[in-house]
Structure formats: C-alpha cells, structure tokens
Nanobody, 115 residues
Framework: QVQLVESGGGSVQAGGSLSLSCAASGRIFSLNGMAWYRQGPGKQRELVALITTGGSTNYAESVKGRFTISRDNAKNTVYLQMNSLKPEDTAAYYC?????????WGQGTQVTVSS
C-alpha cells in the first residue's frame, strides 16, 4: 500500500510565499515521477510541476519562474516552493506519485492567496 502525506499550504497575501511537502511511504519503486497538481474552484485539476527520479522538471507556464519543485529520493519526499503567489494560485494542491501505469494521490492541501 502506498500512502502520500502532504503538509504545508495555508493562507497568504499576494506576493507572498508558501511551501508544500509530500512524503510517500509504502512500496515505492526506485524509478518514479512525483508531481503537484491543483484544482481551483470550478476548475479541472491541472498539472503544476513534476520531477523525475533523475531530477528533470517540468512546469505549467503559469507558474514558471515562481514555483520550484524538488525532491529527496532517500526520503521519498517531494517539495513545492511557491513564491510571488497570485490570487489565481488559490486551489487545493495534490501530490501525485506515478510508478509505471499506477497513480497515487495525496489528500490535498488548500492554498489561498488573497489580493
């Protein structure tokens, strides 16, 4: 059984920063991708950033230059540093672990950015 536990998030004013972390436990294969998704009010879930085991990253255009994804493979943990936050970043953020064709999700953590 694989479990993802997220922490971080909260409320911040526009221009502020927040950080998220997600720790995976259970039967974790060494080769995997970890990512952050978000779902805003009335919107579909969208990819925010992903990182491979080797450290390759990919970002949504809307967060490039503001968010940084990183991971600690020894701890099976992925992080998301969010800077220069905007009200449109307000969403529930979900951690994702992909191993082969299997996807695992965290419970979600709320990020609220006020103007």
């Amino acid at each position: 059984q694989v479990q993802l536990v997220e922490s971080g998030g909260g409320s911040v004013q526009a221009g502020g920063s927040l950080s998220l972390s997600c720790a995976a436990s259970g039967r974790i294969f060494s080769l995997n991708g970890m990512a952050w998704y978000r779902q805003g009010p009335g919107k579909q879930r969208e990819l925010v950033a992903l990182i491979t085991t080797g450290g390759s990253t990919n970002y949504a255009e809307s967060v490039k230059g503001r968010f940084t994804i990183s991971r600690d493979n020894a701890k099976n943990t992925v992080y998301l540093q969010m800077n220069s936050l905007k009200p449109e970043d307000t969403a529930a953020y979900y951690c994702n672990l992909r191993m082969g064709s299997l996807d695992y999700w965290g419970q979600g953590t709320q990020v609220t950015v006020s103007s």
